[in-house]
């Protein structure tokens, strides 16, 4: 017993850190769509304002359809815990990988460190490119994925890889944590 609590601490610090985006059965889901994401023109996206996820304000000041483009590219990427590259990503890593590509920037592949970083956003003020996150009971956030807009985000898990899911699942609505917005 006296081993088992010498070493307490760090096996609970070694348990959070693998339990970031961890390919377990907690974040997998049936993907609402896997194929390439449609990218509006400026009419298409002046026509759908009015029919967007509830209380949404696309208040976004992203390029659309350059993000776009980009996640497009990932959509499919295997899950890889601790990857960020097309041969393997996980959650962090997919949002590292797509703000590198979209403007330079260097994000901690984290997504705990990704929540703190970040100016928040409430739920009804989120646009696209927006971080949204969730967590699993007590180890707080232990994931997170891009908002599309229209309740739809993307995101990287286990078995499934990089898909799109609804934040409207029960699965999601009942561990969202908060968005985060990373461009003001």
């Known amino acids: 017993m006296k081993a088992f609590t010498k070493h307490h601490p760090v096996i609970i610090l070694l348990s959070l850190i693998l339990m970031s985006c961890a390919a377990s059965p907690r974040f997998r889901s049936e993907p609402t769509e896997i194929k390439k994401i449609k990218v509006a023109t400026e009419e298409e996206a002046q026509m759908t304002e009015e029919n967007e996820f509830p209380g949404e304000k696309n208040e976004s000041h992203v390029d659309q359809g350059k993000m776009g483009r980009i996640i497009d590219s990932y959509l499919g990427t295997p899950y890889n815990l601790g990857g960020e590259t097309k041969t393997g990503m996980d959650c962090s890593g997919l949002v590292v990988a797509v703000y590198r590509q979209y403007a330079g920037f260097r994000l901690p592949h984290d997504s705990q460190k990704l929540f703190k970083l970040v100016k928040r ?53 009942k561990r969202y944590t908060g968005a985060r917005r990373v461009i003001p």
């Open 121 to 173: 956003i409430d739920k009804d003020n989120l646009a696209y490119g927006d971080l949204v996150f969730f967590s699993e009971g007590w180890f707080g956030v232990s994931h997170v994925g891009i908002y599309l807009g229209g309740g739809r985000f993307v995101h990287s898990v286990g078995d499934l890889g990089v898909i799109v899911s609804s934040l409207e699942e029960d699965y999601y609505k």
